[in-house]
């Protein structure tokens, strides 16, 4: 039916996005040295400045299209790498090279990179080694450039808005997605928990990840439809097709409108058992979104972001208590979680913090690198004293990847010990405030009664305990069948974390995508759980189904669910149990 191509991958975000495609290749690209004919040099040379002018021309729009869609602190991501590019350190030394050795522009900028990442390497200042990563994108952004290839390239102001299509997006990137330009993303890479797919959904960005051979498909297209329900990108459809989703995408507009309307009600089961709606966001502008869906406040502000929203500077203490405290009064009264660094693993500036890793999801990052690099945290956590004063007592500091009873230990030792230099300077500092673990590493679900002893609340971060208890990478498509979060083994794990936190009296939230996910509301409930965290748009999807269910048998569900062998029995039977709650509401969700 369709005179264009349609590839599958997997839904990742809901919804219907049509516009003309914005291509980024990230895969690195093979450099070969050639030798230049010396009457050739200056054309080589010549070469090399056009297309630094050409990038230099892209970076400026880009800034400038960040700044009047989203605000100042993203146009200075791409305000910082024009002025990298404009540095004589890195343009006049390729040249040099060029000249000097007759080669390629690719060649020598290959060289140059190198040489300046090992001088960075040598540092011992965070900060200045952070430019790594910076050096890093603008280099191969130039790259592209010489080589002729696609780069993420702005549409006019003014003008539609595109579909981000890339063979893979990683973190430090995806918050292009914000810069207000992209209104769909695909990728070739990527599963239903990686970053950049976490980032699309807290955007409502309709997204699938996992496509194939994507990039080469859409190349020269003008015009791309991601549906973000089925998992389908349609290459240069036929008109008749593009007719047809834009009703379907009004449709699905129109249901979130319905949705909306219950944004006031408190989220009650029919047996009065309440629970408590939070929002996980990324970037400080998405607190308007998580109003809007009716959030009771922060349950995870992912602060990592807060590097790159002040790249190419390290954020530092000034700058990091204002974020903060931006967002304590933006919930006042009202818990506001703010995780601490979450750096490593795949995640954002695992390059700037130490040497690559083997199996870096294993290795140095969460609360671990916080506690070997105390310098960055240190800050971080003065921040945070600082933001919550003595003025506001909505500050929950929650702590990553924790997997031994000591961690949490030693941050409460080092919160207090800078609660007491913090005073000693002059600065109010709360009397009390709530040390959270993350229950994400198998390990902590299985001492969670002892964990509960030391932390005031637990969060459980679902993405990355399934990504462990089940040795499935979470970002990887190849594997992302296996990637279950139903599976009973994860389910007992929550029981289990539940329960303890119960017994011990602490809150206990779940900030996982497990927790926007409608299949899995009525097992949550059902297992006692009172905190629900998820991304702004999927709030008012959870509320409604919440406020249909009765508690009793929500629990029951619970109960048949933990005593299953697969995860596709839990899967068909919690299907089963939401198509039945969905008719009894008379509501339609697209799952
Ligand atoms: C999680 O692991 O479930 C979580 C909420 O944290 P992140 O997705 O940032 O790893
Ligand atoms: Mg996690």
Redo the contacts with the bound molecule.
Sequence with gaps: MSGGRTLTGQAVSPGIAIGPPMVVENRPMPVTREQVDPARIAGEVTRLRDAAARAGAQLGQLAEQARTRVGQEYAAIFEAHRMMLADPALLDEVERVIRAEAVNAEWALEQVVHRLIAQFERLSDVYLRERQTDLLDVASQLHRELQGRPSLRPTPIGEEEGILVADDIPPSQAVQLATGMVCGFASETGGQTSHTTIIAKSLGIPAVVGVAGLVGAVARSSLVIVDGFEGHVLVDPDPGLVQVYRVRAEEHRRRQRELLEVVQLPPVTLDQHRVRLLANIDLLHEVGAARDGGAEGIGLFRSEFVFIEASPSLPDEDQQTAAYRALLDAFPGQPVTVRTF?LGGKKLARELLGSPEANPVLGLRGVRLCLQKPEFFRTQLRALLRAAGTERDNLRIMV??VGHVEEIKTVRTLLNRLGRELEGEGHPVPETFSVGA?I?VPAAAMIAEHLAQEADFFAI?T??LTQYTLAVDRANEQVADLYRPFHPAVLRLLDRIISAGSRAGIPVELCGEMAADPLAVPVLVGLGLEEFSMHPPALPVVRRLVRGLSFRDAQRIARRALAMATAKEVEEFLLEQLSNLLAHLKVRITL
């Design positions: 979450d990553p990847l993350m994400e971060g993405n990355d």
